[in-house]
C-alpha cells in the first residue's frame, strides 16, 4: 500500500521509528571465550558496572599497564564539558609504544611488518622502530621543533608515518597527520589551522600500479603557508621531486647528521599529543585534540580487550593513518600493547582483488581489522577471489567507519572468518579517541549489525530531543552521559565550538552526532547521522536500516539512501545503489528492488525513485557523502555547490549527474 500521499506532511516525531527486524544472534565459539580475557558475558558486565559505580578506581587500575615517569595525583577532573585526566601524572607516548619492550622479550620482535603496494616488505623490530623514531626527533629539535611545536605529517602508508607519530610524541611536539590523498588545499588549511612550521612528508607513494606524486602537493600548498619554514622529505618512489634549496631537506640526509639517541620528554598527562582534522558537512575542518595520557589508556585498554591482542599475533588494520583509526589501531594501541602491526601501502585491488587475502595468507594475520564499504567492495567483486588463500591463521575481525549491514556482517563471518572468528564490531569516533561500544569477543552474543554494548567507563544512552532517556527499540540521539579518559579535550583553538557543538545539543552530555536505538538486552543499533534522518510523511527514518535492507537483496552490492524534498510526504526516498558484478539494470530490477524494502521493512521505507549507480561518493575512510547524493536526488543534473574537497574520487559524483533522470 502506497502511503498516505493525499495527506500533507504531518509534523514529525522526534524519535526515530524503527523497522528492521534482525533476529539472528551469534555466540562467541566456546574455544574462543575460553582462552579470552573475558569469556563471560557476567564478567565483562561486572567489569562494567564496577567502571560506572567507581571510574577513578577502575582507570587508576587499569593505567597501571601504562609507563609513568610520575604517578597522578588525581585520575579525573571534570568542569564541563573539559575534563583533565591523570592529573599531575608524567610519561611519554613513545615511550610506552618503543623504550619498556626493549628491556625484555619484546625487543627484536616485529613492531612493524610492513608491505608495499609492489610487493616489497620491511619488517621493524621494537629495536630498530625505536632507533628510527630517535632519528627522527633530534632531526626535528635539529629544525628547531621544540616541545609544543605542531608538526604536520602527509604522508603514504609507509612506516615512517608511523615513526613520525612517534618521533614527535617523543619529542613533546603535537603531530597533525594528513590524509596524503587530500589536496594541497586541504592540507594548506590544516597546516594554517594549527600554525605548523614544518612538514614531514615523502616525494610519492604507490597507489594502483602507480607512483603518485605526493612533494608536489606540499610544494602548492607551501605558497599559501608563510609559517612553514622546513620540509622533511621521505624517499619513497625515487621520482623526480624538485627540492627548494635551504626549505627541502631528504630525510635519509639529515638523519646521517644526527646521532640515535633521543630521551623522551617527561610530559605532563595533558599534553597534547596530537590534533586530526575532522571535516564536517559545514564550515571549515575542525582540529580534535588529543591528549597524552588518556588517549594513550583508551587506545591501550580497547586494543587489549576489544582486540584481545597477544605478544605472537599479526594484526593488520587496514586504515590509513590519516584517519583517527590509523592512529589508534595502526599505530598507538597496538604497540603500546608490544603487538606487531601489518601495514600495508596500496589498493586493496592491486594487482587484484585478491590482496587483502593474499597478505593474510602469507603473513599469516590473525586479527583483521575493516571497514563495511571494504567489505561490501569485496561482494561485489566474487567468492572466487577467496579461493586460493588460506584463511585459517584469522582469530578475530573488526568492523569500523559505518554501520555493517546484516548482510556484509554474515558474508565477512562465514566466509572470511569460517564462523569461528568473533566480528568486533566497534562503534566510535574521532572525538572519542577509541571504541566505545563493541561486543567483548569471547563473552557477548553478536547480532550483525549491532555494535552490542558500551566499553568500560562509557556511560552510553538513547534520549529524545528533551535529554530524556527512550524506550527499548525506541530511536533517538545517541549520547554519551559522563567523560572517558579518550575524549576530546577541545577543538583546537576553539573551545567555543567544542562546547556548542558536542556539549550544547544536550546540556551537560556528549552528542555524537549519530542516531541510534537499543534494543530489549540494551544493545545499540547505530542508525546513521542525525542529519541525513529521512522524514517520510512523518515517520523518521534511519539511513541504516533501509540501506541494511536494500543490500539484502541479491543483486545489490552497496546502497545509499537520502530525502529528496517532496510536497506531499515531506521527503521522497531516494535510493542510490550498486550491483553486484554480472547483474544488469532494468526497470523490473527497480521494481524487485522497490517491493524487497517494501518486504523488508515496510511500505513507507519503499523508496520513490531507484538510481544505479557504478560506484557512490565517498571519503577515503569509506564512508558514503550523503550529503553530495542529497543534491544529486535533489537536482539530477544540476552543480553540486557542498564542499568535495574530502570525496575519494571525483569521477563518481560526475557519472551520477549523468545518470540523472
Ligand atoms: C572511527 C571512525 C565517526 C562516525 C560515527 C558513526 C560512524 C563509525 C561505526 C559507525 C555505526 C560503527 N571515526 N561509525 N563506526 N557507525 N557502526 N561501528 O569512523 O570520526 O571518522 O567517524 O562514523 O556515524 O559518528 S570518524
Redesign the pocket.
Known amino acids: 500500500m502506497p502511503m498516505t500521499t493525499s495527506s500533507p506532511a504531518p509534523a514529525a516525531t522526534t524519535n526515530i521509528d524503527s523497522m528492521l527486524k534482525e533476529k539472528r544472534v551469534f555466540k562467541p565459539t566456546a574455544k574462543f571465550s575460553k582462552e579470552a580475557r573475558i569469556g563471560t558475558l557476567k564478567k565483562y558486565k561486572k567489569m562494567h558496572r564496577a567502571s560506572l559505580r567507581n571510574p577513578d578506581k577502575f582507570w587508576g587500575k587499569l593505567a597501571e599497564d601504562l609507563s609513568w615517569f610520575k604517578p597522578w595525583k588525581k585520575v579525573c577532573v571534570w568542569k564541563p564539558p573539559f575534563a583533565e585526566w591523570f592529573v599531575g601524572g608524567k610519561l611519554n607516548a613513545s615511550y610506552n609504544c618503543l623504550d619498556r619492550h626493549l628491556t625484555g622479550p619484546l625487543r627484536n620482535k616485529a613492531a612493524i611488518i610492513w608491505e608495499g603496494e609492489p610487493g616489497e616488505v620491511v619488517t621493524l623490530t621494537y629495536l630498530q622502530l625505536h632507533r628510527e623514531v630517535c632519528l627522527l626527533a633530534n632531526v626535528l629539535k635539529k629544525h628547531g621543533v621544540k616541545s609544543g611545536d605542531r608538526v604536520m605529517i602527509y604522508l603514504p602508508m609507509i612506516p615512517e608515518a608511523v615513526t613520525a607519530m612517534l618521533a614527535c610524541a617523543r619529542i613533546g611536539a603535537p603531530h597533525s597527520v594528513v590524509f596524503s590523498g587530500f589536496s594541497a588545499e586541504a592540507l594548506k588549511e590544516r597546516t594554517n589551522d594549527c600554525g605548523a612550521k614544518i612538514i614531514i612528508t615523502s616525494d610519492g607513494g604507490y597507489r594502483r600500479g602507480s607512483a603518485l606524486a605526493v612533494k608536489a602537493n606540499v610544494d602548492k600548498a607551501l605558497d599559501g603557508c608563510p609559517k612553514v619554514k622546513s620540509v622533511l622529505v621521505v624517499q619513497r618512489t625515487k621520482m623526480e621531486t624538485p627540492m627548494t634549496p635551504g626549505r627541502d631537506f631528504w630525510l635519509h640526509e639529515e638523519a646521517q647528521t644526527v646521532n640515535a639517541v633521543c630521551e623522551p620528554a617527561v610530559l605532563d598527562s595533558e599534553h597534547p599529543l596530537f590534533i586530526l582534522y575532522?571535516s564536517g558537512s559545514t564550515g571549515k575542518p575542525k582540529g580534535i585534540l588529543h591528549t597524552t595520557a588518556g588517549y594513550l589508556l583508551g587506545c591501550h585498554t580497547t586494543t587489549k580487550y576489544y582486540f584481545d591482542l597477544r605478544p605472537e599475533d599479526v594484526y593488520f588494520c587496514t586504515a590509513d593513518v590519516g584517519?583517527?583509526?590509523g592512529h589508534s589501531y595502526v599505530a598507538y594501541g597496538v604497540l603500546s600493547n608490544g603487538g606487531t602491526s601489518l601495514i600495508y601501502e596500496g589498493a586493496p585491488n592491486f594487482p587484484e582483488p585478491d590482496r587483502f587475502w593474499r597478505l593474510i595468507d602469507k603473513h599469516k594475520v590473525n586479527i583483521f581489522y575493516t571497514a563495511p564499504t571494504a567489505i561490501r567492495s569485496f561482494i561485489k567483486w566474487g567468492d572466487d577471489w577467496l579461493a586460493p588463500h588460506d584463511l585459517s591463521s584469522l582469530r578475530l575481525l573488526g568492523?569500523?567507519?559505518?554501520?555493517?549491514n546484516p548482510e556484509a556482517w554474515i558474508w565477512f563471518y562465514e566466509k572470511i572468518g569460517g564462523k569461528r572468528c568473533p566480528i568486533v564490531?566497534?562503534?566510535?569516533?574521532?572525538?572519542t579517541g577509541a571504541h566505545m561500544i563493541a561486543p567483548m569477543p569471547g563473552a557477548t552474543p553478536m547480532k550483525p549489525g549491532s555494535?552490542t554494548l558500551p566499553f568500560f567507563g562509557v556511560d552510553a544512552a538513547v534520549v529524545d530531543d528533551r535529554g530524556r532517556e527512550v524506550g527499548p527499540n525506541v530511536g533517538g540521539k545517541l549520547v554519551i552521559k559522563r567523560p572517558w579518559p579518550s575524549m576530546l579535550r577541545s577543538i583546537y583553538g576553539d573551545a567555543t565550538r567544542y562546547r556548542k557543538t558536542y556539549w550544547s545539543e544536550i546540556p551537560g552530555v556528549y552528542f555524537?552526532?549519530?542516531g541510534a536505538r537499543r534494543d530489549k538486552d540494551g544493545y545499540f543499533w547505530?542508525q546513521?547521522?542525525i542529519d541525513d534522518v529521512l522524514n517520510v510523511a512523518g515517520h523518521r527514518l534511519g539511513t541504516?536500516e533501509v540501506e541494511s535492507a536494500l543490500a539484502s537483496h541479491p543483486d545489490i552490492a552497496e546502497a545509499a539512501v537520502v530525502g529528496r524534498p517532496d510536497e506531499m510526504k515531506g521527503q521522497a526516498v531516494v535510493a542510490f545503489v550498486t550491483l553486484k558484478n554480472g547483474v544488469t539494470a532494468s526497470p523490473a530490477l527497480k521494481e524487485s528492488i522497490r517491493a524487497h524494502v517494501g518486504k523488508e521493512i515496510g511500505p513507507i521505507a519503499k523508496p520513490d525513485d531507484v538510481r544505479f549507480a557504478e560506484g557512490l561518493p565517498k571519503t577515503r575512510?569509506g564512508?558514503i557523502m550523503r550529503r553530495l547524493l542529497k543534491e544529486v536526488a535533489a537536482s539530477p543534473n544540476g552543480i553540486i555547490h557542498g564542499d568535495t574537497t574530502t570525496l575519494e574520487d571525483l569521477n563518481v559524483l560526475a557519472k551520477l549527474k549523468e545518470t540523472g533522470e
Open positions: 575532522t584517519w583517527i583509526t568492523s569500523v567507519g559505518e554501520p555493517i564490531d566497534t562503534w566510535w569516533q574521532t572525538e555494535a555524537a552526532g549519530d547505530i546513521g547521522r541504516s575512510s564512508k
